[in-house]
């Protein structure tokens, strides 16, 4: 089992619309979780950590989930400048700083 | 804000050359260098890491005399990529962290990747 899962996609949804990936890890053990923007043949860019507690930054929110090993991002009203694949990352344990991605799930905005 | 300079951003070299690609953390000290490839439509996949003044460790499956990397100093660390075959064509990237997380915004900072295509 890979230590990090995503649906790979492809996600093609109207402006405007809510749309939502999950991710998976494998370690329970598993530290610290982000998710990241990465646009075509550019470095991934982070979008924002993902907190027990769940956290919010404008049209953006992530949510992690312990008991069932999995992160959620959430994108509301959708806009053009969204498209992209999004990438969650986890750190598995404390010691190994690794950052290990998920496949990416690739976002197209569609006027 | 933390930046990593990563160098050249495109690369075509022959089959057989060699090929070193840079990173430098430009405001911050960089104890950790990790190195990524990415083949197309697919993730991310960690090659190694490197603290400043040690051995890199490498991932399973990565040839660590194929892939040399070199973490001499806190701000510079090179992969160097011997013999470069066509199957190496990827995309490089790095990503370093400081010993002070404070520094780098949740303490991961890239590098805009190096396009390497071996003919």
């Known amino acids: 089992r890979k230590e990090v899962e995503q649906d790979p996609g492809p996600f093609n949804v109207p402006e405007g619309a809510t749309v939502a990936f999950n991710c998976t890890y494998s370690n329970s053990a598993s530290q610290s979780f982000f998710w990241y923007r990465q646009d075509c043949r550019k470095e991934p860019k982070l979008l924002m950590s993902?907190?027990?507690s769940g956290n919010e930054d404008g049209r953006f929110t992530a949510q992690l989930n312990r008991a069932s090993q999995y992160i959620s991002l959430l994108i509301r009203d959708s806009k053009l400048s969204d498209s992209a694949t999004y990438l969650c990352?986890?750190?598995?344990?404390?010691?190994?700083?690794?950052?290990?991605f998920g496949t990416g799930t690739r976002l197209t905005i569609i006027p | 804000g933390a930046v990593v300079s990563q160098h050249p951003s495109r690369v075509i070299c022959k089959s057989g050359t060699s090929v070193k690609i840079e990173c430098r953390s430009l405001?911050?000290?960089?104890?950790?260098m990790f190195w990524y490839r990415q083949f197309p439509k697919q993730s991310l996949m960690l090659m190694a890491t490197?603290?400043?003044?040690?051995?890199?460790?490498?991932e399973q499956g990565v040839e660590k005399d194929k892939f040399l990397i070199n973490h001499a100093s806190l701000t510079l660390s090179t992969l160097t990529v011997t013999s470069a075959h066509p199957e190496d064509s990827s995309f490089y990237i790095c990503?370093?962290?400081?010993?002070?997380?404070?520094?780098?915004?949740?303490?991961?900072?890239f590098g805009s990747g190096t396009r390497l295509t071996v003919v």
């Open positions: 405001d911050f000290q960089a104890t950790t």
């Open positions: 990503s370093a962290r400081s010993l002070n997380r404070g520094e780098t915004p949740y303490g991961y900072t």
């Open positions: 990352a986890v750190v598995p344990n404390f010691g190994n700083e690794k950052l290990t």
């Open positions: 993902v907190y027990s």
């Open positions: 490197s603290n400043e003044g040690s051995k890199a460790t490498y």
